[in-house]
């Protein structure tokens, strides 16, 4: 807990703080990137640091924990500081993030939080959100720790790619066997691994990708969406190299599996299943899950997408459906749509929705802020409503 005199301080310094955070953090980056530039090149997703999307992942974090270091927590079960955390904990995990690292980071923020505020830093404003920072710093420390002692093995380890399948004409599902042999551990309907790939220029660059295949199964499964160029944002490198050069034969270092949005038991509850675009990937996991495990509670499985073509993982997702005694399946397409489908973005006013229903949603923000709101107004309790964001979006949904 924040001690009263430091929380006094940050609840006071909060708004000032909040206004500069975006410039914090950019000299931030700057100093650190300066000082370790391997950081930048092997850890560091580089198309977020140009597009600036993690500068703002790294702000919404520390102004969303102070905040809920000083205010009382909302409704929604994500925004308690420990959910936050642990949701972070997990990125970090994913990426064998260290303890020391965080001294680091200390170093470059502190140095950026007195550059940009100036004489407002006093002593007593930095000993108050020096005790922030390794507040969050210390959880995400120990919640790590027990990640990795859980994990049980090293960091990456290598994969022999034994599939490759072309969902559609930007996603490909790679199947992948461990090249040790070795027995591995199981993963949760929902979770996700890093892959950590050479590119090029010899930068070994790591993204997540949601395993999208059914757990306990012999091969484990990843799609990946292949990101295109913007006019304001670059196109993604990892996901460009792997459909260009990744073959069957191809070796891939792959993370343990991390991630905290997974199903819990859910023998006898209503369950509502709801994603748009490449969101599919866990979902489809999640179905493949409870065909396997007999679930035979109702299910509703809602998805949008642009059209039945982008529909990435369709044939597997609309399968494991209809293993399910008492799943509904409702689809969206924005072009295309077939008889059983809507044209549109998903709305769920004419979809029933059973008392007591837990609801899982992965997708773009727009899409979750939407579904979710609509699931509350039809009774769903709010802290049945989990939620994944991808990347640097995280900070985003506190907003």
């Given at each position: 807990m924040l001690s009263e005199q430091s929380a006094a301080t940050v609840r006071a310094t909060l708004p000032a703080v909040g206004a500069a955070i975006g410039e914090i953090t950019?000299?931030?980056?700057?100093?650190?990137?300066?000082?370790?530039?391997?950081?930048?090149?092997?850890?560091?997703?580089?198309?977020?640091?140009?597009?600036?999307?993690?500068?703002?992942?790294?702000?919404?974090?520390?102004?969303?924990?102070?905040?809920?270091?000083?205010?009382?927590?909302?409704d929604r079960p994500q925004d308690r500081p420990d959910a936050m955390l642990t949701r972070i904990a997990h990125k970090h995990a994913s990426l064998g993030i260290?303890?020391?690292?965080?001294?680091?980071?200390?170093?470059?923020?502190?140095?950026?939080?007195?550059?940009?505020?100036?004489?407002?830093?006093?002593?007593?404003?930095?000993?108050?959100?020096?005790?922030?920072?390794?507040?969050?710093?210390?959880?995400?420390?120990?919640?790590?720790?027990?990640?990795?002692?859980?994990?049980?093995?090293?960091?990456?380890?290598?994969?022999?790619?034994?599939?490759?399948?072309?969902?559609?004409?930007?996603?490909?599902?790679?199947?992948?066997?461990?090249?040790?042999?070795?027995?591995?551990?199981?993963f949760r309907a929902g979770q996700y691994v890093s892959v950590r790939t050479q590119l090029s220029d010899g930068a070994r660059q790591i993204r997540q990708y949601s395993l999208s295949g059914a757990p306990g199964a012999d091969v484990r499964r990843i799609s990946v969406k292949r990101v295109p160029g913007g006019a304001t944002t670059p196109e993604g490198e990892v996901s460009n190299h792997l459909h260009a050069r990744v073959r069957e034969g191809s070796v891939l270092e792959l993370s343990e599996p991390y991630g905290d949005l997974v199903l819990a038991d859910a023998v006898g509850t209503p369950l509502l299943l709801a994603s748009a675009g490449i969101g599919v990937t866990p979902i489809v996991a999640m179905l493949a899950h409870l065909a396997a495990t007999g679930h035979d509670a109702p299910v509703t499985v809602v998805h949008a997408d642009r059209s039945p073509a982008d529909h990435a993982l369709r044939t597997d997702h609309e399968a494991y459906a209809a293993k399910l005694p008492e799943a509904s399946v409702h689809l969206w397409y924005e072009r295309e749509a077939p008889a059983h489908a809507r044209t549109g973005l998903a709305d769920l006013t004419d979809v029933p929705v059973a008392p007591g229903t837990r609801a899982y949603l992965c997708g773009p923000l727009p899409f979750m802020r939407a579904v979710r709101a609509q699931l509350i107004e039809k009774g769903v309790a709010p802290a049945d409503v989990h939620y994944e964001v991808f990347g640097p979006d995280l900070w985003l949904a506190r907003a």
């Open positions: 950019e000299r931030f980056y700057a100093g650190l990137f300066a000082a370790h530039p391997d950081l930048l090149r092997n850890l560091f997703n580089r198309g977020n640091q140009a597009a600036g999307t993690q500068r703002q992942a790294l702000a919404g974090s520390i102004a969303a924990f102070a905040t809920r270091l000083v205010q009382p927590a909302q260290a303890p020391e690292q965080y001294e680091v980071v200390h170093e470059h923020l502190f140095a950026a939080i007195a550059d940009v505020l100036g004489e407002a830093v006093t002593p007593e404003v930095a000993a108050a959100w020096n005790e922030v920072y390794w507040l969050m710093a210390n959880a995400l420390i120990a919640i790590e720790r027990r990640l990795y002692e859980e994990s049980g093995g090293d960091a990456w380890r290598e994969w022999e790619v034994v599939e490759r399948v072309r969902e559609t004409e930007d996603v490909v599902t790679f199947g992948l066997r461990p090249v040790d042999g070795a027995p591995v551990r199981d």
